[in-house]
Each structure stands twice: as C-alpha cells, then as structure tokens.
T-cell receptor
Framework: GAVVSQHPSRVICKSGTSVKIECRSL??????MFWYRQFPKKSLMLMAT?????????EQGVEKDKFLINHASLTLSTLTVTSAHPEDSSFYIC?????????????FGEGSWLTVV | AQSVTQLDSQVPVFEEAPVELRCNYS??????LFWYVQYPNQGLQLLLK??????LVESINGFEAEFNKSQTSFHLRKPSVHISDTAEYFC??????????FGTGTRLQVFP
C-alpha cells in the first residue's frame, strides 16, 4: 500500500482563492519532504524542500509567497497555493524518504491535480 | 549541479520487441540514479535504482538498467515489451540527498 499519501487527489478552485494540499508519510517519519510540479506532458520540476520545524528551501524561480510550505510534524507537509490563477493549474506531487540502517527509499505520493478556473 | 538528458521524447515499439530508453546525466559528484514510471493519470512508481555495487540493476517486471560511469549513462532496457508497459518513463539523479532531478521523460508506446 501507499506509504506517502496526498490529499486531495483532485481539486478545483476559483481564481483568487487559496488551496491547500497535504502530504503525509504513513509508516515512517520524514524530516524532509519535497514538492514537485508537473506541467502537462512535461517533466517534474522540483519546487522546494520542506524541512520539519524550519523554513522551506525554494528552488530558483519558485515564488515562496505564492507556494507556502509548512512542515509542522514529522509526518505532514502542506503546500498552499495562494491567490491561485489558471496558470497554477498543474499536477503537484510530493516525495519523502524512509531512512533505515540499510539505506533510504524515496516514496512519492499519488499526486494532486489542481485546476484553477 | 546535476542534470539529466533523455534524448527520446517518444519511443514507439511493437509488442514483444526489445526496447531501450536512453538516459545520460551530468554531475560533478557521486550520484544515485533512478528510473520511475508514470501510468496515465497516476503518480510516480519507482522502477529501479542504482545506489552502489553492481552496475546492472533489475526490476521485478523485466526491466534492467546499467550504470556506465565512463559514458555517464543509465539506459533502461527490456528484451520483450508488453502492451501494459505503455507509460511515461522518467530518469532521475540524486546527489546523495533525497532531492531528485528528473529528465524530460520518454513516452513508451507499445503497439499490438
């Protein structure tokens, strides 16, 4: 079963409103999670690194005031798209790493489709 | 900084034929390499990964990839594809952290 869960899987919101997407690690604690964005028929672009208990680290070109990331616990990171516009419509996906003594495995969530109308 | 190049945006192939999806990377440090598969309207699934050790890694569904350090490549191969292998395949590199840099993807289309 899924070890990283995202919610909602699909969301439609009106232009100008904000929408929150959750990313949860189900069976392990993740001090770091990552948020990616995938444009239609394009690759995944890393948006930011979500750090538990501290500020997120954003990649160049990503507006931190528009894409608010909060990592309040070891199992939950949230991405809030503020004042959404149609161009923010995209597939957003998170990842988290399950670190064990034998190495680490990166798991991806199922992704969240955001449509801004 | 790392980068990944997937030269083939689309690869059409007939069922039961062999296939190779190319991936080249660049990095100034040691890397981990990954192949992910994305079926239509779904998230990413790890297909296989190279961390260390044997340069040939295999997946449970018949795919394999070989890490070639001198050619900075990590091509994905399957000797006989099925219709169900139709999907988007992404090569990715990590600089020993959990942050992945993805290639642009290759659409594998298997025809009957």
């Amino acid at each position: 079963g899924a070890v990283v869960s995202q919610h909602p899987s699909r969301v439609i919101c009106k232009s100008g409103t904000s929408v929150k997407i959750e990313c949860r690690s189900l069976d392990f604690q993740a001090t770091t999670m990552f948020w990616y964005r995938q444009f239609p028929k394009k690759s995944l672009m890393l948006m930011a690194t979500s750090n538990e208990g501290s500020k997120a680290t954003y990649e160049q070109g990503v507006e931190k005031d528009k894409f608010l990331i909060n990592h309040a616990s070891l199992t939950l990171s949230t991405l809030t798209v503020t004042s959404a516009h149609p161009e923010d419509s995209s597939f957003y996906i998170c990842s988290a790493s399950d670190r064990t003594f034998s190495g680490n495995t990166i798991y991806f969530g199922e992704g969240s489709w955001l449509t801004v109308v | 900084a790392q980068s990944v190049t997937q030269l083939d945006s689309q690869v059409p192939v007939f069922e039961e034929a062999p296939v190779e999806l190319r991936c080249n990377y660049s990095s100034s440090v040691s890397v981990y390499l990954f192949w992910y598969v994305q079926y239509p309207n779904q998230g990413l699934q790890l297909l296989l990964k190279y961390l260390s050790g044997s340069t040939l890694v295999e997946s449970i569904n018949g795919f394999e990839a070989e890490f070639n350090k001198s050619q900075t490549s990590f091509h994905l191969r399957k000797p006989s594809v099925h219709i169900s292998d139709t999907a988007e395949y992404f090569c990715a590199v990590s600089d020993l952290t959990d942050k992945l840099i993805f290639g642009t993807g290759t659409r594998l289309q298997v025809f009957p």
